[in-house]
């Protein structure tokens, strides 16, 4: 009765003992369906930001105007509340109608946006731009869609311009 019993024992340590390796099998192939799932989506991320900026390169763009200073030499942004929608593609036409050089900085707006170029003359520029200089009677124009909502400051930080009231607001919305 008492070698039965060990008998009996092993059994059960035999039977219990692939059904632990099984689980550990099972558990093991579930990690690794759920990185190779992750894998994936990691993959398929620059892929569909990819298939969005050509969604959005193709969108028109919306053409917004902004006057540095004006033929009066008045030290302001015409008009200096600017809104903007998050997503969408939008053309800036910066001019300088005065005598005066401005400049129009908005730094933290700058780095809520991704900027497509800026083109000004015969020139373009790619990539990020935090501060643009214009001079008498220059014109540039950014393109760019917003991405991060919030209100943003803009000023232009010519000695005694800012404190004039050359300053502005712009605003992207979800
Ligand atoms: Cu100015």
Known sequence: MKTYNHLYQIVITLLAFPTTVWLQILRRN?????????????????AMAAN????LLKQPATEIRVSLGNSANELKFEPNHLEFEAGKRYQLKLTNPSQLKHYFTAKDFADGI??????????????????????????????????KSGTYGLRCPIPGHT??????????KN
């Open 52 to 55: 969005l900026s050509d969604d």
């Open 30 to 46: 579930y990690v690794i369906l759920t990185l190779l799932l992750a894998l994936n989506f990691i993959a398929a991320t620059p």
């Open 163 to 172: 404190e004039a009231g050359m300053t502005g607001e712009i605003a992207i």
């Open 114 to 147: 991704w900027t497509q170029k800026v083109e000004a003359g015969k020139v373009e520029i790619k990539g990020a731009i935090h501060e643009l200089e214009l001079k008498p009677g220059a014109e540039a124009e950014w393109v760019f869609v917003p991405l």
